[in-house]
């Protein structure tokens, strides 16, 4: 492994290249859930809760079979960034390609299966027959972008890896741009509902992974294109995949917890499910803004295992703790001070505001029990550290369910938020707890 040979490359980590990946980053992914937040309002003008429904159960279903593989994201990132910082550019190149290939055989594997995933979807998460109606007709249009949308976590990936934070950047948010707009054109004037909603995305994600394959081949120009037998190298394909099936792992538990919420919601009524789906965009909006971070550490801490240089490392983890806390303190004095606003802003319906607001102290409190899961995140992807990864969020993920089970009968709706954010706590400190050990076992003696 790239980690495990060649010569210590020493670099710098500041402040100043923490945030020259954090920043962009940040606005890319902020733009997606800007996405979330703009469909939630588009649907909520409507004024039908079941509706809004519809679009929580479908996102979730639709997370449960795409953001299960946003490995190609992750993944491809720290294996880049081990390249990079290892100094072997002809394998740097040639992690795109195997991530590329990745994409489309499992992009077209998702059209063939969409109905046995929605049949089973709907049967896991529950919600009323309005509800499941208008999931299936969006799970129905969304997942004809499958191929195109894992492409995009490739292309995104490898950028990311190279450290070019600014075209992840136009990526990221010219794919998000054309989706919001289409969003509004489809549902507001063409009257498509949710399924406009989703055409919405299908056609952005075909837009943006075309502008992706033309980025990548202007990169490519005028070097060597990586020959068929390191693509196909079997030890570096076996580490991929064994890479990547960590963290598919790792993001299915994660996207079963957030299912797990969105089907306890669902089971307390219409209401209260849009109530909770409208704060759960507002916990996604602090999610991104400390992703931003999150990338930093994965690329920094990635570039320090491929130079095989411990004293970058630990400033990548120390510098992106950091700032994450810093941001998570004022993405939570935003929840709590607009949050009302935002809310009454999402949708018409009364009743779907008031049960809103009483559990708003509990989103806004999110990006505080969360910052230290999403940077530890960061650093083991970029460390390719995934099975320890993996292991710490099948844990939480038990916490998770053992807490909801004692605190919902007590508490209903607040003992849900309760478990939530202690699993998002849970996941944060048990990484922290193991990398000083995993780092000493990464990492040759330091230099004098």
């Known amino acids: 492994m790239t980690s495990q040979q060649g010569a210590v490359r020493p670099f710098d980590v500041?402040?100043?290249?923490?945030?020259?990946?954090?920043?962009?980053?940040?606005?890319?992914?902020?733009?997606?859930?800007?996405?979330?937040?703009?469909?939630?309002?588009?649907?909520?003008?409507?004024?039908?809760?079941?509706?809004?429904?519809?679009?929580?159960?479908?996102?979730?279903?639709?997370?449960?079979?795409?953001?299960?593989?946003?490995?190609?994201?992750?993944?491809?990132?720290g294996l880049t960034a081990q390249a990079v910082g290892a100094g072997e550019g002809e394998e740097e190149r040639a992690v795109l390609f195997r991530a590329g290939l990745l994409a489309l055989g499992l992009g077209l594997a998702v059209i063939v299966l969409q109905q046995p995933f929605l049949a089973g979807g709907l049967w896991l998460m529950g919600g009323s027959t309005e509800v499941q109606a208008a999931t299936a007709t969006y799970f129905a249009v969304r997942t004809l972008s499958a191929p195109l949308a894992l492409a995009n976590y490739a292309f995104l990936g490898w950028f990311i890896g190279r450290g070019q934070a600014m075209t992840a950047l136009g990526l990221q948010t010219g794919l998000n741009g054309v989706n919001i707009a289409l969003s509004i054109l489809f549902v507001l004037h063409f009257e498509w509902g949710v399924a406009g909603v989703a055409a919405a995305t299908v056609l952005s994600e075909a837009l943006a992974a075309l502008a992706g394959a033309m980025l990548a081949a202007r990169a490519l120009k005028g070097k060597p294109w990586p020959s068929r037998a390191l693509i196909f190298d079997k030890a570096r394909f076996r580490r991929m995949m064994a890479l990547n099936g960590d963290i598919l792992i790792r993001s299915f538990a994660l996207i079963l917890a957030f299912a797990f919420f969105v089907s306890r919601s669902a089971a307390q009524g219409d209401t209260v499910l849009a109530a909770n789906a409208v704060l759960e965009k507002f916990f996604m909006v602090a999610s991104f803004f400390l992703d931003g971070l999150a990338t930093a550490a994965e690329q920094l801490a990635g570039r320090a295992v491929g130079a095989r240089y411990r004293p970058a490392f630990d400033h990548s983890l120390k510098l992106s703790l950091v700032w994450g806390y810093a941001l998570a303190g004022g993405v939570a004095l935003v929840l709590t001070t607009a949050g009302p606003s935002l809310i009454h802003a999402m949708t018409t319906a009364e009743d779907v505001r008031a049960v809103a607001i009483l559990y708003l102290p509990w989103a806004a409190a999110t990006p505080l029990f969360g910052v230290l899961a999403f940077q530890m995140d960061g650093v083991f992807i970029g460390a390719t550290w995934s099975r320890d990864m993996r292991n710490m969020m099948l844990v939480s993920l038990v916490l998770f369910l053992a807490v909801y089970h004692i605190a919902f009968p007590a508490m209903g709706n607040h003992g849900l938020w309760l478990a939530f954010t202690i699993f998002l706590a849970a996941r944060g400190f048990s990484l922290l707890a193991i990398t000083g050990r995993r780092a000493r076992e990464t990492f040759p003696a330091e230099p004098a």
Not at 34 to 46: E, H, K, W
Not at 62 to 68: C, E, H, I, Q, W
């Open 14 to 77: 500041t402040s100043r290249s923490v945030l020259a990946i954090a920043v962009p980053m940040t606005l890319a992914y902020l733009s997606t859930p800007l996405l979330g937040l703009v469909d939630t309002a588009v649907i909520g003008q409507l004024g039908d809760a079941a509706l809004l429904g519809g679009i929580a159960l479908g996102g979730v279903l639709f997370d449960l079979v795409f953001t299960s593989f946003n490995f190609l994201r992750s993944g491809t990132t």
